[in-house]
């Protein structure tokens, strides 16, 4: 009897050790998951270690069967790492994500920079704070969460985030009337929102045990591997998470890949389980970014094969270091740029990816790095110390120019700028879009039709200036003035357009060149 207690004791409290752990770190009970099979070895090294202290007499016999089970794991284990390695299936690794060729003039043009998003997650979690403040019965209550997750919201780039539980004493004295609110922030215009929700939000990550959204999947698919579940809205605005359900590849030891997911409305918690084809449309977050960053780099580097890939790196490239999100056609795609490993500054193409399909289009187009880009911008207003935002490329002018935000310390953004991708020594910065936009173009913004490109007619004028004044919109400094035998005629030049314009004042004598009574160019005599 002394004997079978022992065992108990071996074998039994190390299991309710490994249950409460089990309930907390949620380790899928699958072989493909690493951290099972961490689990399962100290369980056994446990046991065994327990064994020798309460009964030595069975602890040999023990140590044989524990020990066996580790030494057939491991050769099992190491099986499967070099059945599904890079060596040996560097094709299967390139063929994770595959591209197709993309139109840049089609895809990628725009015509009005206020359209171009600019709001980041720094400056979406400052927005939605402050919409939040206005409310000051639910600040002792919630806060908003962190996600600020960007998704297509009825055709925009929107940030959505849902409010969360202060503390475990708000979630037990508000989980049974749940969160009512989740916050809205459009990326274009910054204007945010906070949602009344006629069905209140039970299931989150600030909930705790059965309410925590992590749990509450896992606890309904144990034996499933999925991705950390990322808050989303449907066209109707209602709140629901999801969760990519990912397995490994070529081998139980391989890479992720992504094979469906769940969607967990987040007020019922009703779980329902797609795969990748038939994702509902209005779906945004199903491969996540840093899966499709290292199948583009698995892409890039296996072409060629593993030896290629480790010797004489031919045709071997990989990605930035760094993507964004943009939104095209009412879908969410992951932008990153293409560089050579041979680490020098410039780009050879870019890709944007689907993130709900994971179809990716490749642009062939030579542009200098987002870091040329980044550290040039950066450049040009040194003196303020400002950190640039990984950049977006958009066909401006039919021209690849890049577009970026430049923030201060505080992480609050401060400056807009655009940089030539293919001369990244070209930068125009403002203190909004259509000031960076003017500072870049020098002020000449060319417009066209949907069939073809206006001619801007411009004529030449010169005289002395009788009076002059400036203001200041959008944040850049704007000339009025007149010039003398004609007071009626008011001409508008922006400080962009030269240098030299804050130094010209009434009396002075100037050629100027003027598209009506908008000035283009400006020499003073």
Same mark, same amino acid.
């Given at each position: 009897?002394?004997?079978?207690?022992?065992?108990?004791?071996?074998?039994?409290?190390?299991?309710?050790?490994?249950?409460?752990?089990?309930?907390?770190?949620?380790?899928?009970?699958?072989?493909?998951?690493?951290?099972?099979?961490?689990?399962?070895?100290?369980?056994?090294?446990?046991?065994?270690?327990?064994?020798?202290?309460?009964?030595?007499?069975?602890?040999?016999?023990?140590?044989?069967?524990?020990?066996?089970?580790?030494?057939?794991?491991?050769?099992?284990?190491?099986?499967?790492?070099?059945?599904?390695?890079?060596?040996?299936?560097?094709?299967?690794?390139?063929?994770?994500?595959?591209?197709?060729?993309?139109?840049?003039?089609?895809?990628?043009?725009?015509?009005?920079?206020?359209?171009?998003?600019?709001?980041?997650?720094?400056?979406?979690?400052?927005?939605?704070?402050?919409?939040?403040?206005?409310?000051?019965?639910?600040?002792?209550?919630?806060?908003?969460?962190?996600?600020?997750?960007?998704?297509?919201?009825?055709?925009?780039?929107?940030?959505?985030?849902? !409010?969360?539980? &202060?503390?475990?004493?708000?979630?037990?004295?508000?989980? %049974? /009337? *749940?969160?009512?609110?989740? @916050?809205?922030? +459009?990326?274009?215009?910054?204007?945010?929102?906070?949602?009344?929700?006629?069905?209140?939000?039970?299931?989150?990550?600030?909930?705790?045990?059965?309410?925590?959204?992590?749990?509450?999947?896992?606890?309904?698919?144990?034996?499933?591997?999925?991705?950390?579940?990322?808050?989303?809205?449907?066209?109707?605005?209602?709140?629901?998470?999801?969760?990519?359900?990912?397995?490994?590849?070529?081998?139980?030891?391989?890479?992720?890949?992504?094979?469906?997911?769940?969607?967990?409305?987040?007020?019922?918690?009703?779980?329902?389980?797609?795969?990748?084809?038939?994702?509902?449309?209005?779906?945004?977050?199903?491969?996540?970014?840093?899966?499709?960053?290292?199948?583009?780099?698995?892409?890039?580097?296996?072409?060629?094969?593993? !030896?290629?890939? &480790?010797?004489?790196?031919?045709?071997?490239?990989?990605? %930035? /270091? *760094?993507?964004?999100?943009? @939104?095209?056609? +009412?879908?969410?795609?992951?932008?990153?740029?293409?560089?050579?490993?041979?680490?020098?500054?410039?780009?050879?193409?870019?890709?944007?990816?689907?993130?709900?399909?994971?179809?990716?289009?490749?642009?062939?187009?030579?542009?200098?790095?987002?870091?040329?880009?980044?550290?040039?911008?950066?450049?040009?207003?040194?003196?303020?110390?400002?950190?640039?935002?990984?950049?977006?490329?958009?066909?401006?002018?039919?021209?690849?120019?890049?577009?970026?935000?430049?923030?201060?310390?505080?992480?609050?953004?401060?400056?807009?700028?655009?940089?030539?991708?293919?001369?990244?020594?070209?930068?125009?910065?403002?203190?909004?879009?259509?000031?960076?936009?003017?500072?870049?173009?020098?002020?000449?913004?060319?417009?066209?039709?949907?069939?073809?490109?206006?001619?801007?007619?411009?004529?030449?004028?010169?005289? %002395?200036?009788?009076?002059?004044?400036? @203001?200041?919109? +959008?944040?850049?400094?704007?000339?009025?003035?007149?010039?003398?035998?004609?007071?009626?005629?008011?001409?508008?030049?922006?400080?962009?357009?030269?240098?030299?314009?804050?130094?010209?004042?009434?009396?002075?004598?100037?050629?100027?060149?003027?598209?009506?009574?908008?000035?283009?160019?400006?020499?003073?005599?």
């Amino acid at each position: 009897m002394k004997n079978w207690k022992s065992v108990a004791i071996a074998y039994g409290l190390p299991a309710i050790v490994l249950l409460g752990y089990w309930y907390s770190a949620l380790t899928p009970v699958s072989i493909q998951s690493p951290e099972f099979w961490t689990n399962m070895f100290l369980y056994l090294v446990a046991s065994a270690a327990l064994m020798n202290v309460l009964d030595r007499s069975k602890a040999d016999k023990v140590n044989k069967v524990s020990g066996a089970i580790i030494g057939i794991s491991i050769v099992f284990i190491i099986g499967g790492m070099l059945f599904g390695s890079q060596i040996f299936r560097a094709k299967d690794y390139a063929s994770l994500i595959t591209h197709t060729e993309g139109n840049f003039e089609e895809d990628l043009t725009i015509t009005d920079p206020s359209q171009i998003p600019t709001i980041d997650r720094d400056m979406a979690e400052r927005l939605g704070s402050r919409k939040l403040g206005e409310v000051l019965n639910l600040v002792s209550q919630f806060d908003v969460s962190t996600e600020y997750t960007q998704i297509a919201y009825k055709g925009d780039s929107v940030r959505v985030s849902p !409010l969360e539980y &202060v503390s475990f004493f708000r979630w037990l004295n508000n989980r %049974a /009337d *749940g969160i009512p609110h989740y @916050v809205t922030v +459009d990326m274009v215009t910054g204007d945010s929102e906070l949602v009344n929700l006629e069905k209140n939000i039970h299931y989150s990550h600030s909930g705790y045990f059965g309410d925590d959204i992590t749990r509450h999947i896992f606890f309904s698919y144990p034996t499933v591997m999925f991705e950390n579940p990322v808050f989303e809205l449907d066209e109707e605005g209602n709140p629901y998470y999801i969760a990519p359900i990912v397995e490994k590849k070529f081998s139980f030891m391989g890479p992720k890949e992504v094979v469906g997911v769940f969607v967990v409305d987040a007020s019922s918690g009703d779980i329902t389980r797609y795969s990748v084809a038939d994702v509902p449309d209005w779906v945004d977050r199903v491969f996540p970014a840093n899966m499709v960053m290292t199948q583009i780099n698995y892409n890039g580097q296996y072409q060629g094969g593993y !030896l290629n890939s &480790v010797i004489s790196k031919k045709g071997v490239i990989q990605n %930035a /270091d *760094g993507y964004n999100y943009i @939104v095209l056609n +009412d879908d969410l795609y992951l932008y990153t740029g293409l560089t050579s490993v041979a680490a020098d500054e410039s780009n050879i193409g870019f890709v944007l990816v689907n993130s709900r399909t994971k179809e990716s289009k490749r642009y062939n187009i030579s542009t200098a790095t987002e870091w040329s880009a980044m550290e040039s911008a950066q450049g040009s207003v040194q003196e303020k110390g400002y950190i640039s935002t990984f950049p977006l490329l958009f066909n401006m002018e039919n021209k690849p120019v890049y577009q970026l935000s430049l923030k201060d310390d505080a992480g609050l953004i401060k400056m807009y700028a655009f940089v030539n991708a293919t001369n990244y020594q070209k930068v125009g910065t403002g203190n909004s879009l259509a000031a960076a936009w003017n500072a870049y173009t020098g002020g000449v913004v060319s417009t066209t039709t949907d069939e073809e490109e206006e001619v801007v007619e411009t004529e030449t004028i010169s005289g %002395a200036i009788t009076a002059m004044e400036s @203001v200041v919109i +959008d944040g850049e400094t704007t000339y009025y003035f007149t010039l003398e035998g004609d007071a009626e005629t008011i001409y508008i030049a922006k400080v962009s357009i030269d240098k030299q314009l804050p130094f010209i004042k009434a009396g002075d004598s100037v050629t100027i060149e003027v598209d009506g009574a908008r000035v283009v160019s400006i020499i003073k005599q």
